[in-house]
């Protein structure tokens, strides 16, 4: 840091010193010379920013908000006033971080002429000048910085601009958190549609709803959006707290037009005496299901969701995640497991593989899909598993564990057919499928199905000689191995 700023114009008694410390994260020597001389800039300047960072949902109260990528300060108006600074300093370091870029390869993303007239504050006292001069110990010093970064194998490409709106996974650029819980999307409902009859459950009813976003809030298959209901929640906040819902449409939507959003959700239903309720936000006896119950607790954000009609307005966040997104290779091969509405993701990829036209008949790969639900009147979309399965005999397979109807040996604890249970009856096809180097595991659904998954290839695992922990480890490492429960 002291070689830095000593070619840079500065003292180590500088209270530049201080400020690089303690608000830049220069982790290496090339982040280290680039803020050294952004700031050189920067006091040259005038002003220097404050060191709360906050308001950073409103860039542009701050005269440094859009100067350089690497120092992202924050957008208040309050400035902290520089000391003595003289031309010499300033364009010192102008000079040493514009070498430094060339001769690193660095892409210089906001140009200066160093011959234009600047004020500079030297001494409590404005006053501009210009044509300044570079002295070769500038040059030179950042030369022999390049070169020292080459050789201590500490060079790396400066970091791009982050993009608002923008995240980038494996290389690829993904829509992210486009609207924020203080500031959503408002959308409409398209249509909500009860998609399961009524069982002995409680919480038996599921929607599918279908949400105009105008184009406004993009996604692609596997990422989840927020949804915000007007309250009050448990705490009694108003709105009520933002839930997180995965997509179940394809990036498209459900007509392909890119204008719309489908999520499946469970109605939350908790009744005192027919299981758990320790809550309770309904008047006793005014429930219109369970009037005699002496609790009843109906999920805020679920009951909004499932509440909708045609043209009601819906606060839309996000989107977001990256666990569950499909692989960019064509042939890789799928295997889905799902319980309940952790279906939704799995039908955003399954639609985009088999239904869409954009994406119909690009996939080269395998995908199977294992579905686990209570009753038979729980089935999710089963009428489109079928379909698909009838078109893409060879390269789409779908089977279902109904556990109230179904019984399995391999259940110890209580005998009922579950998702691995299912599995089981494939064990041969499957642990082939998860030896393949392009096989892809996914979960999304109740807690507890990666033990599921342990139950049904471990033994097999360590029939080949691996260790169970390890085999599961070099899957994550690989990024074959996506888990979403909750």
Not at 65 to 94: H, I, N, Y
Request: with cysteine; aromatic share 10%; net charge neutral.
């Amino acid at each position: 840091m002291l070689f830095f700023l000593s070619h840079a114009g500065l003292s180590a008694d500088d209270h530049v010193l201080d400020f690089l410390l303690t608000n830049l994260d220069a982790l290496d020597l090339v982040n280290l010379a680039l803020t050294s001389s952004v700031c050189c800039w920067r006091l040259g300047r005038g002003y220097l920013p404050c060191k709360s960072r906050q308001n950073l949902e409103t860039p542009g109260h701050c005269p440094a908000s859009d100067a350089w990528p690497l120092v992202q300060q924050c957008s208040c108006e309050k400035l902290m006033p520089t000391a003595a600074f003289s031309t010499r300093q300033f364009t010192g370091g102008l000079a040493f971080f514009y070498f430094a870029a060339m001769a690193l390869d660095l892409p210089v993303t906001r140009p200066l002429h160093l011959e234009a007239t600047r004020p500079v504050k030297a001494h409590g006292a404005s006053k501009s000048t210009s044509s300044p001069f570079v002295t070769t110990s500038r040059v030179s010093a950042a030369l022999a910085l390049a070169g020292l970064a080459r050789q201590c194998g500490v060079l790396r490409r400066a970091t791009a601009v982050k993009k608002k709106g923008v995240r980038v996974v494996e290389g690829k650029e993904i829509p992210w958190n486009l609207f924020s819980p203080k500031a959503p999307y408002k959308g409409s409902t398209v249509s909500k549609e009860t998609i399961t009859s009524k069982t002995p459950l409680v919480n038996w009813e599921t929607c599918h709803v279908i949400m105009d976003h105008g184009g406004k809030v993009p996604y692609i298959e596997g990422q989840s959006i927020g949804i915000i209901a007007p309250g009050p929640d448990k705490k009694g906040e108003t709105p009520a707290k933002i839930r997180l819902y995965s997509i179940a449409s394809s990036a498209p939507g459900d007509d392909e037009k890119n204008n719309t959003v489908s999520l499946v959700v469970k109605r939350v239903v908790e009744v005192a005496g027919r299981g758990w309720c320790e809550y309770s936000n309904v008047e006793k006896g005014k429930d219109p299901e369970f009037p005699d119950a002496a609790k009843v607790y109906r999920g805020v954000c679920s009951s909004h969701i499932c509440d909708l009609n045609a043209g009601d307005d819906v606060l839309i966040t996000g989107p977001t995640g990256a666990e569950m997104l499909l692989p960019e290779d064509p042939e890789a091969n799928m295997i889905f497991m799902a319980t309940g509405t952790g279906i939704a993701p799995f039908r955003s990829h399954l639609r985009n593989l088999f239904h869409d036209r954009v994406s119909k008949g690009k996939f080269k790969g395998v995908a199977w899909l294992f579905l686990g639900v209570p009753f038979s009147q729980s089935l999710l979309y089963d009428e489109e598993w079928k379909e698909m399965q009838a078109e893409y005999p060879d390269q789409f397979r779908y089977d279902y564990a109904v556990s109230s109807e179904e019984k399995s040996e391999k259940n110890k604890i209580n005998g009922e057919m579950w998702v691995q249970h299912k599995m089981m009856q494939y064990a041969d096809d499957l642990w082939e499928l998860v030896k393949d180097p392009k096989t892809h595991v996914y979960m999304c659904g109740l807690k507890g199905m990666e033990s599921g998954f342990a139950e049904c290839f471990q033994e097999r695992v360590e029939a080949e000689g691996m260790v169970y922990a390890e085999f599961l480890k070099k899957m994550k490492k690989d990024k074959r191995y996506h888990v979403e429960v909750y």
